[in-house]
Each structure stands twice: as C-alpha cells, then as structure tokens.
C-alpha cells in the first residue's frame, strides 16, 4: 500500500514542503486513531507552512507514517520558527506521530520496510532537535553507559532519553544496539559511569537486562551503578524484578528519576562521610 501511496505522491513532482494529500485521502479511515485534515480534497496541494500549527502537527503524523524524511525536516523546522519548543516537536509531533505508526504495525496494516522508512523520518527531524535539546548549558551531573539490549535493534527511544539526559546535564555513553553483557560490562569499565540504561522493545530481549544485571551482582559491581531500564514492553513490576533502580516511562521521567537518584546516592556518601 505505501509503495504505492508514495509513488503517487512522487509522481506529484512536488518540492519539499509541497505535497498532494494524496497519503490521507487513501490511508485514512482504516488507521489505529489516524486523523485527517478532513476538508482537503485528494488533488490539493498542501505547503507545510501555510497550515496553522494544530494542521501542521497531524500532517506531519501522516508524513511521519509515510516515511517522508524530507517533509519531517520541513515540519520540526517550521515548528520550532514559530516558537515551540525543541521538547513540544518532540513530544507532539514526532512521538506522538510513531505511537500511530506502532498502533498499525501492531495491526498489521504496517510492515517493517514501511516501520523502517517511518523511524528513518523520524530520525532526521530528532537529529535537527539534538543539538537544541543537547546544549541547554546545564551543569554536569553525572554519566551514563546506554545501550539497546542483546538481540534487540530498536534504537528510537533510547536514542531519545541520550539526548533528554545530555541536556540535563549528563555525560552519555551511547553503545547503540544489540548490546550484549561483555560489551555493558567493559563500558562500565572503562567509564565508570552513576547510571547504566538498557533499552528493551521486545518481549524476548527484556529478560537480557537480568542477565547484564545478575552479572553485575557476581562480580561484586551492582552498587557501583544506578540501573535504569525502559521500552515499551517493560513495566515497573518488571523492572524489580530484574533488580534495576527503576523503570522509566519515558525520557522526562527518566531524567527526573535520575537526577533524584544521583541526589540520593549523593546524600548517602555525605551521610557516611560525616559519620566515619
Ligand atoms: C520503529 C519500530 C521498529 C523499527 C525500529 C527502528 C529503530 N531504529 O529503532 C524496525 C522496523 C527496525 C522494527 C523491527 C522490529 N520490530 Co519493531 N517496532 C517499532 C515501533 C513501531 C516503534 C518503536 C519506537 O521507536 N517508539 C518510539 C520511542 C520514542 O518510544 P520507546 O522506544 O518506547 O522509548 C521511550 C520509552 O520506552 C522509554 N525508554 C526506551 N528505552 C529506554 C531506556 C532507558 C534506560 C530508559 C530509562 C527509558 C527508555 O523512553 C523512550 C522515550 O520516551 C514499535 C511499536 C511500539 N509500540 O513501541 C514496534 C515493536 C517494538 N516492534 C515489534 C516487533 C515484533 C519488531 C520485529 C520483531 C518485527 C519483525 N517481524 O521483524 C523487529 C525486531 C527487530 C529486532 N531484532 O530488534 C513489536 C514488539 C512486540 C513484542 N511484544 O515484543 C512492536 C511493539 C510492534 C508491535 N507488534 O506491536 N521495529
């Protein structure tokens, strides 16, 4: 279906920011919770920029679901021109934008080559956020070791908390995906972060993190770090059961969750400075 939905729209021969609203008119009203700009007619052009905001927001969900790099690009730039900020983008546009397209892979109505063009798009208009969530001038207040888990290459959301935790005002040491125990281990090593993330997406991959845990704790190193888990399937019940600090819903919550967790374990060590 897609192909096909964007080779129409290809053969618009539209510039960026201009296309035909031929995406909505045939994909919509089969979709897990797909709006529509709805007074549109399947022929008329749309330019970005001349949609209010709310327009704008739902057309971009729709390019962010057909896979529209360039049109994500357009979108977040014009977003942020009007003033929203980096986190709102974000949020609203793009997160909210693949939570749709996961709605219809999970229905099968969306494959991975269609899944796979979405999370390209969506990565083009994070990499125009990063630097403006990233540089925020905030004072340091920690490190973190992050990685997508073993078998696992689902990258988005942890990609997603490196950058809300960077603007914070952490250090963070990206070890990408499919990460396995001896790699986690070694980071630790050689970084010595407060916070190890590990990211799961699948049911299959989650339990891994018990493995990196359970690793830990052989070798007399669990202390040593905050654990923080997240991914979609993960839940808090799961996260203590595998023995991690906590689960984190999202990238604001694990900001938060770290920075309380830092000021705890800071709080600690003064604890038992001044009663050595
Ligand atoms: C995009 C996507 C893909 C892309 C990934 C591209 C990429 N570069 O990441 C591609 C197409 C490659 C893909 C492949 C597959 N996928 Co997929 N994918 C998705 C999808 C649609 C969106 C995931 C995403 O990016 N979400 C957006 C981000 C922002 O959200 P997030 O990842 O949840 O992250 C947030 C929080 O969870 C949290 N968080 C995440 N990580 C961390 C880490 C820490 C430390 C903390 C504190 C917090 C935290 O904060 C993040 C930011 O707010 C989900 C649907 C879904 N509902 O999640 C399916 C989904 C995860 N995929 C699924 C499946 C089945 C697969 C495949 C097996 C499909 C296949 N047949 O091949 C393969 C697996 C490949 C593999 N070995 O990993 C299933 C998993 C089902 C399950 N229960 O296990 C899902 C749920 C879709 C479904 N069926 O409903 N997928």
């Not at 970005?48 to 049109?71: A, C, I, P």
């Not at 925020?136 to 207040?141: E, H, I, Q, R, Y």
Request: hydrophobic share 45%; net charge negative.
């Amino acid at each position: 279906m897609v192909p096909l939905v964007l080779a129409l729209c290809e053969s618009a021969g539209k510039p960026v920011g201009v296309k035909r609203f031929c995406v909505s008119g045939i994909l919509n009203g089969r979709d897990g919770g797909r709006k529509d700009l709805g007074t549109m007619s399947d022929e008329e052009e749309i330019i970005l920029s001349e949609l209010n905001d709310e327009e704008l927001v739902l057309q971009m969900h729709d390019d962010l679901y057909d896979g529209l790099k360039e049109e994500i690009e357009e979108g977040t730039n014009i977003l942020l021109e009007r003033g929203w900020t980096p986190y709102d983008v974000l949020t609203k546009a793009l997160v909210e934008g693949m939570r749709i397209v996961g709605i219809d892979f999970r229905d099968g109505i969306l494959f991975v080559p269609e899944v796979l063009l979405a999370a390209n798009a969506m990565k083009a208009g994070m990499a125009i956020l990063r630097p403006l969530l990233v540089e925020t001038g905030a004072p340091k207040l920690g490190s973190m070791v992050i990685g997508t888990v073993k078998g696992d290459i689902h990258d988005i959301g942890k990609n997603l908390v490196g950058m809300m935790m960077e603007g914070a005002g952490f250090d963070v040491i990206d070890l990408g995906i499919n990460t396995d125990v001896d790699k986690y281990l070694a980071a630790l090593e050689e970084h010595k972060p407060d916070i190890l993330g590990m990211s799961a997406l699948l049911t299959t991959t989650m339990p891994y993190m018990k493995v990196v845990i359970d690793t830990l704790i052989a070798q007399g190193k669990r202390d040593d770090y905050i654990v923080l888990v997240g991914g979609a399937p993960l839940n808090e019940e799961f996260g203590k059961a595998v023995g991690a600090d906590a689960y984190c819903r999202d990238a604001a919550v694990a900001v938060e969750t770290a920075k309380n967790l830092i000021a705890r374990k800071h709080n600690q060590l003064g604890a038992r400075a001044t009663t050595a």
